[in-house]
């Protein structure tokens, strides 16, 4: 039974978030093919604040929201973190012109506050659907993302035919098809919203729902800026032209951004509401085995296909040097699989703030080296240095689970004992 459930709400967060990624893929590979070089730089520059701000809009509300719903199904914990994020926005903003100012190649704000929209928008819709995952409703998120890729779908056929040449166009298009999760969320959790007016009394935000996002939004943030440290500096440091080169490598790979994703949130939520420590590391121990090596063959059969995928899907010959950065953008790829079991087995365990600071530190330390290499940084040097960033971070986290686990297992006796 707990076999077919768990099977049941995997293969939903799969095809909702197979749909999700995958139109985003094929927009992001058909930008990379048509658009002249210096308009992919500026659209990769765009595309990486959009998801630089998405996590920070959201505010640690992933994994939050499954983890909190989980044990307790509350509303108002959605109708709270919708207000935080209105809050935040308001600072974002002032965020986004301080970057526009330190970029080596300053671009319109119009392109900014475009990449503001679709973050906000991917924010609201993280929300929703992970409010539902927590509620162990997982279907619910496949059906608005299956519209949202469609229209996503339809955008890069008018890339692909020359009726969208420039960042500004794709983008303003993205935030359309972005709407339309965030409106199937929302009618999903109307009548809770409505039964919600009427049970408030007290204020949305208070400090300490504030204090308890903290550590999830910290390590969210941070975890995307790991994730998008090549393409920050690259920017600063070197030109729109490097930008592009690096970030055609990584759309090469996208589609196995996919599979942490998919099932750490199944994989939460179930840890989340199992309360026995033995019976919380059997679970895991047995997913672990038995998922992961599975997890890793895409990895690989992109490595070894690789000199033969880049020129086709990208319609231009593999140098020598291109074919290394990608093998080590595959590479730091797989860690952040590795990465997501054990960070989702802090998480369970109630130590969010453990991988927060990992996580902040390396990538703290990371942005030191880019800043040492300064004008220095090549696509290559990037690759180099996010590769490394991303194995200290694993090691790390990993070794953390170890004591984290400990202490829940003590934690829990004593209150078993009482």
Known sequence: ????????????????????????????????????????????????????????????????????????????????????????????????????????????????????????????????????????????????QF??????????????????EHTSEVMAAIAAASLVPVLHGLKWLWPEVQQARVLQHSSLLSWSMVRQRVSYAWHDVFAIYLSNIPFVFLSMFSTLIALGMFRKSFVLFMPVTLLPVVFSHVLLARLSSIVDANTRLAQFKRLF??????????????????????PLLLNEPLQPLVAEICYWVVGTLWLTLLKTYVEVWLTSLGFNHWRAIVVSAVAI????????????????????????????????????????????ASSTAEKLAK
């Open 289 to 310: 085995i038995f998922t992961f090596p599975l997890l890793s063959l895409p990895y690989l059969g992109l490595a070894l296909l690789n000199p033969w995928l880049y």
């Open 1 to 144: 039974m707990w076999r077919s459930d768990f099977a049941r709400k995997l293969m939903s967060n799969t095809a909702a978030q197979a749909l999700n990624f995958g139109s985003r893929w094929l927009l992001n590979l058909a930008v990379a093919r048509h658009l002249s070089e210096h308009e992919f730089g500026v659209f990769s520059l765009i595309y990486m604040v959009a998801n630089l701000l998405f996590p920070t809009l959201a505010f640690g509300s992933n994994f939050f929201l499954i983890h909190e719903t989980a044990k307790k199904r509350d509303i108002n914990q959605l109708l709270s973190s919708f207000a935080l994020t209105a809050c935040v926005s308001v600072a974002v903003l002032t965020a986004v012109g301080l970057y526009q100012w330190l970029a080596a190649e300053p671009l319109p704000i119009l392109l900014y506050m475009l990449a503001a929209l679709v973050g906000l928008l991917w924010a609201i819709a993280q929300q929703c659907y992970s409010y539902l995952k927590g509620a162990q409703q997982f279907h619910a998120e496949m059906h608005g």
């Open 365 to 408: 330390g990371s942005s030191l080296l880019y800043i040492v290499v300064n004008d220095q940084l090549t696509a290559q040097v990037a690759a180099w240095i996010f590769f490394a960033g991303n194995l200290v971070a694993v090691g790390v986290i990993a070794l953390c689970g170890i004591p984290a686990y400990r202490r829940y």
């Open 147 to 164: 519209l949202s890729a469609i229209l996503m779908l339809g955008v890069a056929v008018l890339v692909v035919v020359g009726v969208f």
